[in-house]
């Protein structure tokens, strides 16, 4: 059964969309201000879309396989994942339009941005309001290239056919996870400096831990050292080391290198026979 439903019933065409906001829903009173404030900022002018999944009776998709369901069947240019806690402020449509613009013009092999992370030497940046603090920014200049996001913003760029991994669950982290696909596939995650609110503090219960923990075991199988077997028998090894696959690939291509000499050798014999 299809749990996504849009917010209205007036749905446009899918050549036209632009911009898909997808929301999992608990609380609808909040839900309709987040809906509300950012068609107040030009995000309803007949290319954008508000679809969310109904949690508020029984919880019918975790973050996980419920985003995986938006990027899975959405129209959009841009996927906007977004929490039902999160309001627009003065950064309207336009300017968005404007920042994804020059981000496309400055890597051109970007797949998501959102307003809060961490990049890869572990400093924050980040570009929000929230009840911590009033219009924070740390971290700039913007837009900066991150490892990670944080979860209440991210904008997904869908010609880049991004998804969550489909064997963790649960509400945190996922985040970390679709960087850590991107950066697989070979596209890149950044902040950008488009300023929201986001009326949550956060917290780390004990089922964020439990699927941190869930991460990385999923990572340490994913990124293990194997030696990879293909059809044709020319296997190669794959680690995240660099000297000890140098020297087993190197040992692997030097026996694919025999085995071709030889055969050709003994062709050699028997053809001259």
Not at 190 to 196: A, E, L, P, T
Not at 244 to 256: E, K, M, R, W, Y
Request: net charge positive; proline share 2%.
């Amino acid at each position: 059964m299809d749990t996504l439903r849009y917010y209205t019933s007036a749905q446009v065409a899918s050549d036209l969309i632009t911009y898909s906001f997808c929301t999992l829903v608990t609380d609808f009173t909040r839900y309709e201000s987040m809906v509300k404030s950012f068609r107040h900022l030009g995000f309803d002018a007949g290319d954008c879309e508000f679809l969310y999944i109904d949690n508020t009776v029984r919880n019918q998709a975790d973050a996980f396989s419920g985003y995986n369901s938006f990027l899975r069947k959405v129209r959009g240019r841009y996927v906007v994942l977004c929490h039902q806690d999160v309001t627009g402020l003065d950064d309207g449509r336009e300017g968005l339009d404007r920042l994804l613009s020059q981000l496309s013009g400055q890597d051109r092999f970007w797949a998501l941005c959102g307003n809060a992370g961490v990049d890869g030497s572990g400093r924050r940046c980040i570009r929000i309001s929230d009840p911590y603090s009033p219009d924070q920014s740390i971290g700039g200049p913007f837009p900066r290239r991150v490892v990670s996001l944080d979860e209440n913003f991210i904008v997904v760029r869908n010609e880049a056919n991004l998804a969550l991994s489909r064997d963790l669950s649960g509400y945190h982290w996922y985040g970390a996870d679709l960087c850590i696909i991107a950066d697989i596939l070979g596209w890149t995650a950044y902040v950008i400096d488009f300023h929201v609110w986001h009326d949550s503090k956060g917290h780390m219960d004990d089922k964020y831990m439990l699927l941190r923990r869930g991460l990385r075991e999923k990572y340490r199988r994913a990124f293990r050292s194997r030696v990879h077997r293909v059809v044709s028998e020319r296997n190669i090894y794959l680690s995240g080391q660099r000297i000890v696959p140098a020297i087993i690939n190197g040992a692997l291509d030097l026996s694919i290198w025999l085995y071709a000499h030889f055969k050709r050798l003994v062709l050699s014999k028997m053809k001259h026979r």
